[in-house]
């Protein structure tokens, strides 16, 4: 199992220092969010010029705002500045997001999603495309000298989107999905319409709370603190319900590992763990120092 983490800061020099550190610390991939920040794409440009030899991953680009031969350019070409490292993590955003702030319609998310990755697959994949969609249609090619295909990866959580994901995607990055639910449903489902497809086994990326502590019922509060009014959209919600509770992994050192151990046997194929335990906590030190154990092997 691969082991990345969040990229962190509010300038590139500020990122460029935490990728850097992170990269010389062990982890395997990096991955940034589409927030209220810098345009994700353009930023992972910038830093992968900087900093070498580690994976930038997007966890997600929103897909709705932009057109997939667009987003099939961008990618491309930022693909093509970092050297192959990209790993373009997309996803439809929640309702709240593309109706209120950007005033696009969210109706029929799979549908759309569909058709997105049939305009966007094999623009990334063979650099052309003729597709003719409900929602979004695309013909044409792109010449980006130096670039390569990058994986997709579906921000997945139900099981539409999910099977969605397995037949004409790479793989999918997960968020606020706890364990059980990794285990017993996004691996299975997914894995299921990539066979069915004839697609490799699919990449399933883990963005997912880790606190290794002796009292999970208080980690798992703060876990729940944390996520606060995002826990509430819908689709992060169903994942709460679906799992029981937050979406956190925790328990002692050897609890954690054997969960670990688990979700790679399942199919998880990358973690990115995120820390919840409050700053200067027993449980912030152990969970870093448990990190720390595994990325050193």
Known sequence: ????????????????????????????SLWLTDGV????????????????????????????????????????TVNALI??????????????????????????????????????MP???Q??????????????EFQVSGSRPCPVLVGALGPQMLRLAGRLAD??????TG??????????TIHEAADRAGRPRPRVVSVVALCVTDDPAAARVRAADVAGRMAELPSYAAMIQR????????????????????????????LVPTQVARRGSDDNFRTAAFVTALLAG
């Open 1 to 28: 199992m691969r082991i990345g983490t969040l990229i962190r800061g509010m300038t590139i020099d500020e990122i460029v220092d935490n990728v850097t550190a992170a990269r010389d610390a062990g982890f395997r």
């Open 37 to 76: 920040g810098m345009e994700p794409l353009t930023t992972l440009a910038a830093v992968g010029r900087a900093v070498s030899d580690i994976e930038l991953g997007t966890a997600v680009v929103r897909t709705l705002p932009r057109h997939p031969m667009m987003l099939a350019q961008q990618a491309l």
């Open 83 to 120: 050297g192959g490292r990209l790993a373009l993590g997309i996803g439809p955003s929640h309702r709240a997001a593309i109706e209120d702030r950007w005033g696009l319609s969210f109706d029929r998310p799979v549908a759309s999603m569909r058709d997105y990755l049939s305009v966007l």
């Open 123 to 125: 623009l990334i994949d």
């Open 127 to 140: 650099g052309a495309v003729a597709y003719d969609g409900e929602i979004f249609s695309g013909h044409g």
């Open 171 to 176: 793989g999918t990055v997960t968020f606020m």
């Open 179 to 188: 364990p059980r639910t990794l285990a017993e449903f996004t691996c299975p």
């Open 243 to 270: 799992e029981g509770g937050p979406a956190i992994i925790a328990g002692p050192e050897d609890q954690v590992r054997e969960t670990l151990a688990a979700l790679e046997e399942a199919g998880v194929t990358d």
